[in-house]
């Protein structure tokens, strides 16, 4: 569990870096920002029951 909220904080920390970047490529939506977060607030919420 402790792995899975690592993983998607790490995620979450890169789109938040990609979010400002200068290439364009490597620029993500707000949507992909957003589904990112989510997905570590649900990771954290299954270790928190856990």
Do not use: G, N, W
């Not at 690592?6 to 620029?27: E, H, K, N, P, Q």
């Not at 939506?29 to 928190?48: G, K, M, N, T, V």
């Amino acid at each position: 569990m402790i792995q899975e909220v690592l993983t998607c904080f790490d995620a979450y920390a890169r789109i938040r870096r990609a979010r400002d970047s200068v290439l364009a490529a490597s620029r993500v939506s707000p949507r992909e920002e957003e589904r990112a977060f989510d997905d570590l607030q649900q990771a954290i919420s299954r270790l928190r029951t856990t």
